[in-house]
C-alpha cells in the first residue's frame, strides 16, 4: 500500500517508530538549543536596553522579533513533525521534553561560568 499516511499505525504514530522517535527529539531539540542560543541573546541584549533607551529602538526590533518568532515557529514546526514518532499516550512527556532540551546550552552558559569561576 503507498500513499499518504500508508506508513501511520494508530493514533496518526508512525509505524515502528518507538524508540527512534525519542532519540530523534533528543538529537533534533539540542541542536535546536545551539542554534536558538543567538535568537536567545539577540533577545536579552535587545530587553536589556530597553530602559536604557526609553523605548524599543525600531532597528533592534525589525532585527529581534522576526529572528525570535521564527525560531519559535521552526521549534514548533520540527517538533510537531517529531511528536508523530513518539506514542500517543507520551503527547504531553514529549513536548516538556522539547522544551527542557532546547533550553539546555542556554542553561548551560551561566552553569559553565559559575564552575569555572568567572562570576
Known sequence: MSGVGADLGVGGQVAGAGRCGWTMTVVANLCLGVIGLLPFFLLSVYVSNLDR??????????????????????????????????????????WWLAALLTSAPTLSLPVGALVSGAF
Not at 510537531?80 to 504531553?92: I, Q
Open 53 to 94: 533607551t526609553g523605548g524599543a529602538p525600531l532597528g533592534w526590533t525589525l532585527v529581534v522579533v522576526p529572528l525570535t518568532v521564527g525560531f519559535g515557529a521552526l521549534w514548533f514546526l520540527v517538533n510537531r513533525g517529531l511528536r508523530s514518532l513518539t506514542a500517543p499516550a507520551h503527547a504531553r512527556s514529549h
